[in-house]
T-cell receptor
């Protein structure tokens, strides 16, 4: 069964702690993405990676870090510098972008992070 | 930057066609229009996408105006399971980035 897994579904942390969210895909996709969603809002892009060992900041990268050491994995670390970390975090993947092709993104089930 | 504009909410009777509009007046020539939907607390689900021509798949139809400034997603026979938030998205090169707005909350009424 191909897809994207995110774990855990719910995560609780104390303020001031870093926390790493997991995202794994077995779709053989080159590109991976992290989004954040706040209540009643759309998704906002945090980071994306088109290829292993390379990634770019999205619109709201401050307070977050990522790594892309393997094609299948794109973990997101929410650092203590992120002022409002409580949110729903979604990971997605797609085939690598080219100027001639349009590839949809496939989303994981999400991780709901609560920081108190 | 808001690249798309959608109504906040819509209702549709079960079994009828649901027509969801989207304005993307600043779209450029190489930007695709995508539609996704999200059921509460789940990841968004891909529905359909297009560039200039109308598209149809097993889930929906996408009608894009000739000037590409707006589009309409059509669910031909809405069911209760189609109740969700529907996002119209413009893809931006070079990173295949998607810009999500707040979407349209569609409620299918029995």
């Amino acid at each position: 069964d191909g897809g994207i897994t995110q774990s855990p579904k719910y995560l609780f942390r104390k303020e001031g702690q870093n926390v790493t969210l997991s995202c794994e895909q077995n779709l053989n996709h080159d590109a991976m993405y992290w989004y954040r969603q706040d209540p009643g809002q759309g998704l906002r892009l945090i980071y994306y990676s088109q290829i292993v060992n390379d990634f770019q900041k999205g619109d709201i990268a401050e307070g977050y870090s990522v790594s892309r050491e393997k094609k299948e994995s794109f973990p997101l670390t929410v650092t203590s510098a992120q002022k409002n970390p409580t949110a729903f975090y979604l990971c997605a993947s797609s085939r690598k972008y080219t100027s001639r092709n349009a590839y949809e993104q496939y989303f994981g089930p999400g991780t709901r992070l609560t920081v108190t | 930057d808001a690249k798309t504009t959608q109504p906040t909410s819509m209702d549709c009777a079960e079994g009828r066609a649901a027509n969801l509009p989207c304005n993307h007046s600043t779209i450029s020539g190489n930007e695709y229009v995508y539609w996704y939907r999200q059921i509460h607390s789940q990841g968004p689900q891909y529905i359909i996408h297009g560039l200039k021509n109308n598209e149809t798949n097993e889930m929906a139809s996408l009608i894009i105006t000739e000037d590409r400034k707006s589009s309409t997603l059509i669910l031909p026979h809405a069911t209760l399971r189609d109740t969700a938030v529907y996002y119209c998205i413009v893809r931006v090169a070079p990173g295949n980035q998607f810009y999500f707005g707040t979407g349209t909350s569609l409620t299918v009424i029995p």
